[in-house]
Nanobody, 125 residues
């Protein structure tokens, strides 16, 4: 089992920035992908970003490309999501995910195994 704990959520005005962190603990695997999903009120949960174990491969949802950056520090079993130029439509609960099946590139997909409890991000106009 892997436990994931998110931090860094909060409220910000449109155009602002936030950085989410996610620390993994428990039976941590050295080479698993990690990523972020989000769920806005009344909407389905959606993919945001993913990163492979080495950090060399990343993928983003079209809606966040150029504004969000995913990264990880394997020594600390932690991943990050730097969010800039935030928009009201970015308001959602953000979930940290890990392990599972990840394929990067033009036909990318990510089916994670482990999920965190989520952290709220609210962007006001």
């Amino acid at each position: 089992q892997v436990q994931l704990v998110e931090s860094g959520g909060g409220s910000v005005q449109a155009g602002g920035s936030l950085r989410l962190s996610c620390a993994a603990s428990g039976h941590t695997f050295p080479r698993y992908p990690m990523g972020w999903f989000r769920q806005a009120p009344g909407k389905e949960r959606e993919f945001v970003a993913a990163i492979n174990w080495s950090g060399e491969d990343t993928d983003y949802a079209d809606s966040v490309k150029g504004r969000f950056t995913i990264s990880r520090d394997n020594a600390k079993h932690t991943q990050y999501l730097q969010m800039s130029s935030l928009k009201p439509e970015d308001t959602a609960v953000y979930y940290c995910v890990a392990d599972g099946e990840y394929r990067s590139g033009s036909d990318s997909y990510y089916y994670p195994t482990y999920w965190g409890q989520g952290t709220q991000v609210t962007v006001s106009s």
